[in-house]
């Protein structure tokens, strides 16, 4: 089976940071591309990061640039979400998702084929 497994959530203060981590399962990973997305209440899914797992090449949503960092373990089939300088609208369930055909698009959340079942995210004011 595929499997996404995030861990790393929690309660954190504006400002502080988290560190989000995505393990996969049941795929090979070299040739896809691995994303974030957010979720919070009453509000669409949207794009956070995502990067290519040969190349590295990294993306990021406007509203998180400068703060967020993904990164991946190729070792460990594992994607990092480095979280800094949190706010409370950072507030929402982050997802982890898996682009088996990525064609460079990678902010698209209907280009993904596999999804974690997420980790909440609040940041407190």
């Known amino acids: 089976q595929v499997q996404l497994v995030e861990s790393g959530g929690g309660l954190v203060q504006t400002g502080g940071s988290l560190r989000l981590s995505c393990a996969a399962s049941?795929?090979?990973?070299?040739?896809?591309?691995m994303g974030w997305f957010r979720q919070a209440p009453g509000k669409e899914r949207g794009f956070v990061a995502a990067?290519?797992?040969?190349?590295?090449?990294?993306y990021y949503a406007d509203s998180v640039k400068g703060r967020f960092t993904i990164s991946r373990d190729n070792a460990k089939n594992t994607v990092y979400l480095q979280m800094n300088s949190l706010k409370p609208e950072d507030t929402a369930v982050y997802y982890c998702?898996?682009?088996?055909?990525?064609?460079?698009?990678?902010?698209?959340?209907?280009?993904?084929?596999?999804w974690g079942q997420g980790t909440q995210v609040t940041v407190s004011s």
């Open positions: 049941g795929l090979t990973l070299s040739s896809y591309a």
């Open positions: 998702a898996a682009d088996i055909n990525y064609s460079g698009s990678a902010s698209r959340s209907y280009n993904y084929d596999y």
């Open positions: 990067i290519t797992w040969s190349g590295g090449r990294t």
